[in-house]
């Protein structure tokens, strides 16, 4: 039996389709917020949160006119029912300033440093509920001007809700320094590797095909990013060690950083991680690495071990910790807010780390 539809019918389905194509136009003016990820020197990711999963657009050039554009290249859906739109920005020329802007939100980013440049960056980790260090970190950190910055994990007290996702990481001072700053992630045990964190974070393409772990070069630093919490685990044996032992042994990079939210070393708070000791004998001190950065113990604390620099730089608002004493591998133990701004040169590497009021409290200088 052949069915007609009725006018009504007929209406509706044009309306609806009428919908679609107008919010298609004015796509660009859905976004809530936007922010960056994966960059490279050739390319970078707007993030954008929206109500709807209608492509998004973004403008972006090298002045304020912009002269290029680009379009949604895939969602994420979040637990709290929006949508995190992907928006590769290809095409770009290394270490250079790009102007983008997506419907109200507008910024400016540089693309990844070319061999041989000199270069800033931050760290900070653990921010977790204490939204007020958290802002006054991510402002001092904005001021600091630095290119990316990494962070060592527990962005919020419970990364399976969207609101504490929302309410005490994507405050407006960090979602600011997101707008201009990317940042990579180590994920740690609050966020997890939920649905959230899945949905708010894009990594660079990888030798790893994986994004909860990987790689990135950034002129002469090469950085592993490590998730601990990756259901294959990342002891000898599952797909992240191997990939972490082929990664380190095929970089040329002068400088060579690995980050993961638990230490190898740390004496207080949660203690030591076996499993990071062992990756640290087998695979760090073997491949050069010159720091391995923590958090999830809540303090600062600097430890040397065989060479390399474990670094607990782990509370950027999560409720402090009591380290342990100075002693044996520990250089400087402090029971301190902290992040860290490096700066890096192809022969050396500058670490000064500050309180939540941008006192300084200890200072590391590398040379090669």
């Known amino acids: 039996m052949k069915i007609i539809p009725s006018r009504f019918t007929v209406f509706l389905i044009l309306a609806f389709v009428l919908a679609l194509v107008t919010c298609a136009h004015n796509s660009s003016d859905t976004a809530e917020t936007a922010y960056l990820q994966a960059v490279k020197t050739d390319s970078i990711c707007v993030l954008a949160e929206s109500s709807s999963f209608i492509p998004l657009n973004v403008l972006y050039g090298q002045t304020s006119e912009y002269g290029a554009s680009a379009k949604t290249a895939g969602v994420a859906l979040t637990t709290g029912g929006t949508f995190i739109h992907r928006i590769p920005l290809t095409g770009l020329t290394p270490d250079t300033t790009y102007h983008y802007r997506l419907g109200s939100h507008s910024a400016s980013f540089r693309t990844a440093a070319s061999v041989g440049a000199s270069f800033r960056f931050a760290v900070m980790g653990d921010a977790r509920t204490g939204t007020a260090i958290h802002d006054a970190i991510a402002g001092l950190i904005l001021a600091a001007e630095p290119r990316f910055s990494l962070y060592g994990g527990d962005l919020c007290d419970n990364g399976s809700s969207y609101a504490s996702y929302k ?20 994920t740690g045990n609050h966020e997890g590797w939920s649905t959230n964190t899945r949905a708010f974070l894009a990594a660079p393409a990888s030798p790893s095909g994986n ?18 919490l990756d259901p294959e685990g990342y002891t000898a044996g599952s797909p992240q060690y191997d990939f972490i032992a082929s990664d380190l042994a095929a970089t040329d990079k002068t400088w060579k950083i690995v980050i993961c939210h638990v230490p190898a070393y740390s004496t207080g708070g949660h203690g030591e991680d076996q499993g990071m000791i062992d990756n640290t004998r087998s695979i760090f001190e073997p491949a050069g690495v010159d720091l391995v950065i923590a958090a999830h113990n809540h303090f600062y604390q600097r430890n040397f071990v065989n060479g390399i620099y474990h670094l607990v730089i782990g509370s950027a608002g999560a409720p402090l910790y009591d380290p342990g004493p100075v002693g044996g591998y520990t250089q400087v133990s402090l029971k301190s807010y902290c992040f860290a701004i490096f700066d890096l ?7 000064r780390v500050y309180n939540e009021t941008g006192g300084e409290i200890d200072v590391l200088t590398l040379s090669k």
């Open 211 to 228: 994004q909860g772990y990987y790689s990135f070069d950034y002129g002469d630093l090469h950085v592993v990013v490590m998730n601990y």
């Open 167 to 186: 309410e005490q990481f994507f405050r407006p001072i960090q979602l600011t320094l997101a707008a201009s700053v990317p940042f990579f992630n180590a």
């Open 345 to 351: 040169t192809r022969a050396t590497l500058q670490m």
